[in-house]
């Protein structure tokens, strides 16, 4: 009873402040509950003297709870006190009783609003929304196991609470009512908030927890170990691998300024960042459900390496978020919390399903990669998104009014009301929303007449306009003098495809993708814009017909881009709404059709993928990837299948340490999968004996075998080039950028091929960079094999090297505040894009040659 006691001590005070769920004053007997169905429960905390009834010495067990009592109710039973430096729900002003509390929730992750911008602390809390809250308070796994079918009316019960019904429900702290209903949406009472909070409190005080304080590797190097219970880890300098950790973890604030890495751990609860410096938290091959950034001062940086899934991924602190040679869907959704203080950087660089921005005047920085879909909450105003040129947005969503800077892409941005005034600096491709015609962009015309034209000229103007208005509208409006625009219909206004339709010498079928990768749907749809076409191996070389309709005056065109990198831009289609495109054997080709309406003002893109189907030779690679001066990866990858394929992998005796056979599998994700078999955790098995051998391979598709046979790899080195005649990586001064226009940029790269200069050159047709860091002082240049330069592999859009011109090629880079000295790899290919050799050369940085404010990182001694 005395642990109980401390436990649950906390909740009394709550009950003298709110008088509700513990309600007041006057002692209530535990005989006038004896009937409840939560009378054990209720007797327990009463003879606790943990709760206490009315005046009138009842209890009232089934009076209702609000979301602000809740909220206070978790808090003090949880020890939560930490606050988002500022909440900005538009029903609560900071008067109101619950406003600190619900600060509190913000900041701990397990409260959100109930949309419209408000969070309705005096609402009677339902209970499904009670279960998000304590699911969330104990860093539940609530993405696994959505089923909730135990109950009879799982129908009723939303989407979003699903998952957190199933953790509580496997964890016995909510059950159904005697009919077998969970009943989602009635109001939590006060018995059932006592019943839920003291299992809740059960779980948590009966849940053990490892303590890493000490610096070094922990874990087995052949075989996995499963915590069961929390971890913490205190300390900088630690190192987990092959563990499976069943509860949550923390990596603690005494981390301070300290690395961490994990390698091939999987958290099913909740990780927490609370240390950790700008270059620390290393993921490799793992699998997190659930990452919470939140350190106090200070920058922390989280880097995705290999084949580690992150499912979400929730910031409340500055926070630089990396991918680096991801083999697996990395980090997926990323949300910007109401708890982010104001001001705040976070850096985003890599491939995003989902980021959301409920944070408010905060900087975003996207300096490289792709964001699928990026939401700004209404209520999160004043962010500023830099979205640099290697970077690209394929749908954006503002519904808070936002500045975008940079030259990147944003294929698609909707403007909602509430975002009415947001500014672009480089246009969207396609824009729309109730506020699309508010927004600043490069070019856009000022208003200055009183409701007339954009154009400007006088009052008595000309059909051109003059200085200070024209004919379209001078200083009072009006719209009487000029060229008349001719009257338009809702048609005028349309970008859209309204059919599309393609047919060769062999069916073809159109397949829905999202956003170009996975299979959603098949045949054309007016909102659906890419889509792809597979050819059979034996496809041969012949012509392919589109047959287009959009609306009228709508003007369309298309483009084509070969694998090769060849290409066929802007070509007009035709009054009749066809046209011809050639297609070659084993090659992949892209088309684009463009729609531009009426008024000009509006063009929508359609992307037609023709995707050859890869056999088991090309759909499949050995990429080596050096993780430290003595350790290297070996992922057996591929991107050329589909989500959800499953793939068996044999690697003979002959190839590993031990000499015997094994067998490893995978799933094939979004974007493609691969296996490291040079596994930890199997001791480093793969050890080829001859640069050139055998793997078995199986492949199957909802259950039926689509590829069984021999894959035979080639880990031939890379030849070296060592005379570097007419072979030069440069790099530009900060005075050079700044004079083309790249003053905010952290660094450019020029490679100059002189083939005159050098008669080993003459037969270069293509050419290839790629670059590596330089972390540390005995690092060794790269061994590059023949494995590494595989494409067919990848159908999502690498078209490999560059063909060689008269231009130089440039690598500029934007957003990155620390630069390390690099090695250039330039890989040189003859006509057939037969990989000629590789010359490697060092580049050292210095203040002359970074962008201002850029910190140049010597190497380390390891």
Known sequence: MKKFRSILSALLAVSLVFGTLLASVSAASSENVDKHWAAGTLKKWLDAGLIQGYPDGTVKPDAPVTRGEFAALLNRAFGLKDEAASVSFNDLPTTNWAYHEIAVAVKAGYLQGTGGGKVSPAQAAARQEASVMVANVLHLDTKTNTDVSQFKDAAQIADWSKGAIAALASKQIVKGDEQGNFRPKASITRAEAVVVLDAALELQNNSATKTFDKAGVYGSADKTETIDGNVVISAAGVTLQNMVITGNLTIAKEVAEGDVTLKNVTVKGTTTVNGGGPNSIHLEDSVLLRIIVDKATGRVRLVAIGATTVQDVIIQSPVKIEESHVTDSGFKNIELSKALPKDSNVELVGHFESVGVMAANIQLNIPSGTVDNLDVASGAAGNTINVSKEAQVLKLILDAVAKLIGEGKVDQATVNDAAKGSSFETKPGQVDGSAKDSITTPGTAVVIGGGG?????????????????????????????????????????????HSLSVTGSVYMELVQRDFGVAKVGIGFESNMQDYSVDLAQNFTESDVNFTVTAAAYAKLSYSLVYDDGNEIKDIAVGDQGTFNIHLREKHDATVMVTVTNANDNQSWNYYVKFVYQRDLQEAFRIFKLPVSPTETYQFFETSALEEGDHVVVTVPAADTTKGLKISVNFDCGKYGSGYNLADYSKNNFFKPVNTIGKLHVVVTRAGQEIMNGEYQYDLTPVPLITDGTGINASLWTQEQMKQDGAENASYRIEIDLDKNANPALQNVKYMDVMYEDKVYTNMEKRVWTYEDFKTSQNKYGFTGPTRVGNNSYLLTSYGYNEVHDKFAYIFLFDEHKKLIGCYVQELHFDADHVGEGVTIVPPVVK
């Open 453 to 497: 034209g954009s154009t400007g000229g006088n009052n008595s103007g000309s059909d051109t306009g003059g200085n200070n208005g024209g004919n379209t509208g001078g200083d009072n409006g009006g719209n009487n003098g000029g060229s008349t625009p001719p009257q338009c219909t809702v048609d005028c206004d349309d970008a859209t495809l």
